[in-house]
């Protein structure tokens, strides 16, 4: 059973500050690899998606790396804002069955805080 | 726009009830979910339905059932044999490889 964990549990840091939010994996199987935002009482909303083929996708100030064979994916988030503070959620997507169908599976998140 | 509709937003349910949770969506997705989040925690998989007409259990199923009769709709409901179901519950849908991952804004749902 696929299994996900993400690393640290919460972090706090002041704004302008570099940061790394870890995630592991225990099936390296995986179709592909996401990295989800949910602002408190709200849905999640994709941010990056890398493919299994892929080792790292950038969008704006962050960057996804992805190590399959390690079972390991990092989030880096350059110069922290405010804005940024939000629970960031990791996911795995993996085949069902050697169907190109599958389903995601979640770890239980990183609440990010940036104070000003 | 394209995206899922949830709702209600707000839901009570009454010990021995059986209650529908809505999810609607105009993405042209073949995959939908349904997942379960409780308080600090990860969300959990409870149903998924890759095509019409078929769906899988997820990690939690007991105690919801769902169907899958159009494209475009993907109704949970939650039984009275769910013996804890207040938490915030999410719908998803995809492509069949996962892609286009689009989430609803959710429902709360709350036993009084």
């Known amino acids: 059973k696929q299994e996900v964990t993400q690393i640290p549990a919460a972090l706090s840091v002041p704004e302008g500050e570099n940061l790394v939010l870890n995630c592991s994996f225990t099936d390296s199987a995986i179709y592909n690899l996401q990295w989800f935002r949910q602002d408190p009482g709200k849905g999640l909303t994709s941010l990056l998606l890398?493919?299994?083929?892929?080792r790292e996708q950038t969008s704006g100030r962050l960057n996804a790396s992805l190590d399959k064979s390690s079972g390991r994916s990092t989030l880096y988030i350059a110069a922290s804002q405010p804005g940024d503070s939000a629970t960031y959620l990791c996911?795995?997507?993996?085949?069902?069955?050697?169907?190109?169908?599958?389903?995601?599976?979640f770890g239980q998140g990183t609440i990010l805080t940036v104070h000003p | 726009d394209g995206g899922i509709t949830q709702s209600p937003k707000y839901l009570f349910r009454k010990e021995g009830q059986n209650v529908t949770l809505s999810c609607e969506q105009n993405?042209?997705?073949?995959?939908m979910y349904w997942y379960r989040q409780d308080p600090g925690q990860g969300l959990r998989l409870i149903y998924y339905?890759?095509?019409?007409?078929?769906?899988q259990k997820g990690d939690i199923a007991e105690g919801y059932s769902v169907s899958r009769e159009k494209k475009e709709s993907f109704p949970l409901t939650v039984t009275s044999a769910q013996k804890n179901p207040t938490a915030f519950y999410l719908c998803?849908?995809?492509?069949?490889?996962?892609?286009?991952?689009?989430f609803g804004s959710g429902t709360r749902l709350t036993v009084v």
């Open positions: 890398i493919q299994s083929s892929q």
């Open positions: 998803a849908s995809s492509d069949r490889t996962g892609y286009g991952y689009t």
């Open positions: 996911a795995v997507f993996t085949n069902a069955g050697g169907t190109s169908y599958g389903k995601l599976t």
């Open positions: 993405l042209n997705h073949d995959a």
């Open positions: 339905s890759q095509i019409v007409n078929d769906f």
